[in-house]
Each structure stands twice: as C-alpha cells, then as structure tokens.
C-alpha cells in the first residue's frame, strides 16, 4: 500500500515530538538512564540474569556486570543463585529498590500530569486523552 504524504510527515513529526519528550522526562531522573532501565526491567519483568538483562537493554554483559554491582551496593538489587542452574545468578529488585522504581514514575507522572493541566485547555486535554489509544495501538503493532 502507498503511503501519503500526510502519513509521512505525520510519521517524521510524531518521531521527533517523542523523541522530544522523552528526553524532557528523562531529565527529570535522578539516576543514570542505564540504571533505571535496568531497575524498570527487572520491575516488570522479575528476576533475571546479567546476560538476560545485557542482551535485552543491548549492552554488553561487562558493562551490565558494573551496573548491577552499582545497584546492588545502594541496596537496590540483589543477586542469588538460579535454583535451576546454580552456575547463574539471579538478579531481583529488592523492596527498596521497587519502591525506588515507584517514586521514580510517580516523580515523572506528577511532572507530566502537571504540564499537562497547566498548559493544555479542556479541549484539548481530551483530545490527548483521545490520541493515547491511537499512539498505543501503533506501539502495539
């Protein structure tokens, strides 16, 4: 199927318009952009190895072996042998450090939800309300 002209520029705007935001929210973190990937991922996803976390971030297991010791120093991870393969080591959030990841989104959330009321009208607050689902259903393809 060809595409228009509109979907094409739509598709450079809403690239760069993101990519926008995201670096917006990323300045509001508190931590390195690789430690709260990791601390997120192990969040939603649960228990993992330094291999498993290195190859889905795409860093190498050295540089993901440095990151998880940082955060386990400040008490943020631990690791513990795998009970099916005791030569791995598992790597979980511990209660600090998911309540660390909760007050992290809260923090940017409260960011965004104020920007948000404070510069966008009624209208067109729902009107963004409206455009989440379409942005969702082209995240989810």
């Known amino acids: 199927m060809r595409r228009s002209a509109?979907?094409?520029?739509?598709?450079?705007?809403?690239?760069a318009v993101l990519g926008q935001l995201m670096r917006r929210?990323?300045?509001?973190?508190?931590?390195?952009?690789?430690q709260l990937a990791v601390l997120?991922?192990?969040?939603r996803?649960?228990?993992?190895?330094?291999?498993g976390l290195a190859a889905a971030e795409h860093m190498r297991p050295q540089s993901m072996a440095e990151v998880v010791a940082e955060l386990q120093g400040e008490g943020f991870v631990d690791r513990t042998p795998d009970p099916t393969d005791r030569r791995q080591l598992l790597v979980a959030?511990?209660?600090?450090?998911?309540?660390?990841?909760?007050?992290?989104r809260r923090?940017?959330?409260?960011?965004?939800?104020?920007?948000?009321?404070?510069?966008?009208?009624?209208?067109?607050?729902?009107?963004?309300v409206e455009a989440i689902a379409l942005l969702r259903r082209l995240a989810e393809l």
């Open 93 to 104: 959030l511990t209660r600090e450090g998911r309540e660390f990841v909760k007050s992290e």
């Open 40 to 43: 997120s991922r192990l969040d």
């Open 107 to 128: 923090r940017r959330e409260d960011w965004l939800s104020q920007a948000i009321a404070d510069e966008l009208s009624p209208k067109e607050q729902a009107l963004l």
């Open 6 to 15: 509109d979907a094409i520029r739509a598709a450079t705007e809403l690239r």
């Open 45 to 51: 996803g649960g228990q993992q190895t330094t291999s």
């Open 25 to 34: 929210l990323r300045s509001e973190n508190t931590r390195p952009q690789a």
